[in-house]
């Protein structure tokens, strides 16, 4: 019985050992996601050029702890056309595995090539804020928030003070009186970009939609016809601001593209630019020395005036059909989990994170302003993802006309309504 029950352990522990070494190096470890090791590559396509070095950057932080996955990133923006870039992507073929999505409307239009994130690790952490952009009707999440963003007008605090403008302008009134002190001292007041559709007929035309008593019910109302844009008190309002822009702007506001309108700023040519917490790395980079902040587009002398648009400006979606679909997830979860990640966000990409598990440090003038903002709750919303698609452009080229002198105020707001009236 002995020398029965010594050759069946020595057969058992012969067994072991050959199949521990068939298994060796793989207990304990995690097999990468590729399967077999096989070096996978992302194709990742996004729209904000104010980050795109920093990006990569992070990218290439990212390849290194990851040696199994490369992430191919191209940049699409700064007044270039993205959503059309994207559309032709997907009609070719070449659909990205990572790209942008605004959320509410542009949700529904691209809900079909989208997976669903609500089970992703990050989800739990995003801000209440940052998940009404792209959650369904059925609550499920489609996109994680790139983070909080808010603009306004920038201002030069220098140039003021060497202005004589003592407080800053929180009204219509103020606003004004502070551009004739600055124009007094030879000082163009605004860097108004008036060559890029986005600049006035998105980012500007949202204060008057953004300052109704309800602005969803507003732009409902518009969608079923029992509202209208002629004739609104904020509309009517809007005008006053537009104004204001234009008369005390730098010269040829509508040939300023993008690039130009930052620079004139940042290089202390104009002590004013309609823009957000996104440029302040642009800023810096020309101006070390920058000492800014916000001022609200106000467009009356109410106490309502003296608010901040803030929102989410864009969400990171993954093309639910992508063959790399769990290195995409991967990639998003490292991106606001990991320490590099965390630190890219806030210091390294200067954005207001739109997490419960980042802390906002390292933030800029800028940023620091829309903190302040939004923790006295002075702030609006973004409502140009809820307009019809294509609004916006067609907006703008009617503002590029006011602007040059070819139609009056009341035709304007004709030329929205009927914008509107068409492509709803």
């Given at each position: 019985?002995?020398?029965?029950?010594?050759?069946?352990?020595?057969?058992?522990?012969?067994?072991?050992?050959?199949?521990?070494?068939?298994?060796?190096?793989?207990?304990?470890?995690?097999?990468?996601?590729?399967?077999?090791?096989?070096?996978?590559?992302?194709?990742?396509?996004?729209?904000?050029?104010?980050?795109?070095?920093?990006?990569?950057?992070?990218?290439?932080?990212?390849?290194?702890?990851?040696?199994?996955?490369?992430?191919?990133?191209?940049?699409?923006?700064?007044?270039?056309?993205?959503?059309?870039?994207?559309?032709?992507?997907f009609a070719s073929g070449e659909k990205p595995d990572i790209f942008n999505n605004g959320g509410f409307k542009e949700l529904e239009l691209w809900k079909e090539h989208l997976a669903d994130l609500s089970e992703e690790p990050w989800a739990e952490h995003v801000l209440p804020i940052g998940k009404v952009p792209m959650t369904d009707e059925e609550g499920k999440l489609y996109g994680m928030p790139v983070n909080l963003e808010g603009y306004g007008f920038i201002y030069n605090k220098d140039l003021f003070k060497e202005a004589g403008v003592t407080e800053p302008p929180t009204n219509i009134t103020e606003l004004k009186a502070a551009a004739e002190k600055l124009e007094a001292k030879g000082i163009n007041a605004f860097s108004a970009g008036y060559g890029e559709w986005w600049v006035i007929g998105q980012h500007l035309l949202n204060i008057p939609f953004a300052q109704q008593?309800?602005?969803?019910?507003?732009?409902?109302?518009?969608?079923?016809?029992?509202?209208?844009?002629?004739?609104?008190?904020?509309?009517?309002?809007?005008?006053?601001?537009?104004?204001?822009?234009?008369?005390?702007?730098?010269?040829?506001?509508?040939?300023?593209?993008?690039?130009?309108?930052?620079?004139?700023?940042?290089?202390?040519?104009?002590?004013?630019?309609?823009?957000?917490?996104?440029?302040?790395?642009?800023?810096?980079?020309?101006?070390?020395?920058?000492?800014?902040?916000?001022?609200?587009?106000?467009?009356?002398?109410?106490?309502?005036?003296?608010?901040?648009?803030?929102?989410?400006?864009?969400?990171?979606?993954?093309?639910?059909?992508?063959?790399?679909?769990?290195?995409?997830?991967?990639?998003?979860?490292?991106?606001?989990?990991?320490?590099?990640?965390?630190?890219?966000?806030?210091?390294?990409?200067?954005?207001?994170?739109?997490?419960?598990?980042?802390?906002?440090?390292?933030?800029?003038?800028?940023?620091?302003?829309?903190?302040?903002?939004?923790?006295?709750?002075?702030?609006?919303?973004?409502?140009?993802?809820?307009?019809?698609?294509?609004?916006?452009?067609?907006?703008?080229?009617?503002?590029?006309?006011?602007?040059?002198?070819?139609?009056?105020?009341?035709?304007?707001?004709?030329?929205?309504?009927?914008?509107?009236?068409?492509?709803?």
């Open positions: 019985m002995k020398r029965i029950i010594l050759s069946l352990m020595a057969v058992l522990f012969t067994f072991g050992i050959v199949a521990g070494c068939s298994s060796s190096g793989s207990s304990g470890e995690e097999k990468p996601k590729s399967g077999s090791g096989d070096v996978v590559t992302l194709n990742f396509f996004q729209f904000k050029v104010e980050i795109a070095d920093q990006l990569q950057k992070l990218i290439d932080e990212f390849e290194a702890e990851h040696p199994n996955i490369k992430i191919k990133l191209e940049t699409v923006g700064g007044g270039a056309d993205y959503g059309g870039a994207l559309k032709a992507k008593e309800d602005p969803e019910a507003f732009i409902a109302g518009l969608y079923d016809g029992s509202e209208k844009i002629p004739g609104n008190e904020q509309f009517k309002n809007f005008k006053s601001v537009l104004d204001a822009e234009l008369k005390f702007s730098n010269d040829n506001p509508l040939t300023t593209d993008y690039n130009t309108q930052v620079t004139l700023f940042a290089s202390g040519e104009t002590a004013m630019l309609q823009q957000g917490n996104w440029t302040e790395n642009m800023i810096y980079e020309i101006n070390p020395d920058m000492n800014m902040g916000f001022l609200p587009i106000s467009m009356t002398d109410d106490e309502n005036a003296d608010r901040l648009p803030v929102g989410v400006p864009n969400n990171w979606v993954i093309n639910k059909n992508s063959e790399h679909l769990e290195e995409a997830k991967q990639f998003l979860n490292w991106m606001v989990s990991s320490e590099t990640g965390k630190r890219y966000i806030t210091e390294e990409f200067a954005f207001i994170p739109a997490f419960d598990n980042i802390e906002p440090e390292g933030l800029g003038d800028l940023g620091q302003s829309i903190l302040e903002y939004s923790k006295e709750e002075k702030t609006i919303p973004w409502t140009w993802f809820r307009w019809p698609d294509g609004a916006n452009k067609e907006f703008a080229a009617s503002i590029q006309e006011y602007a040059a002198g070819k139609i009056d105020y009341d035709t304007l707001l004709e030329r929205f309504q009927s914008t509107w009236d068409n492509l709803k």
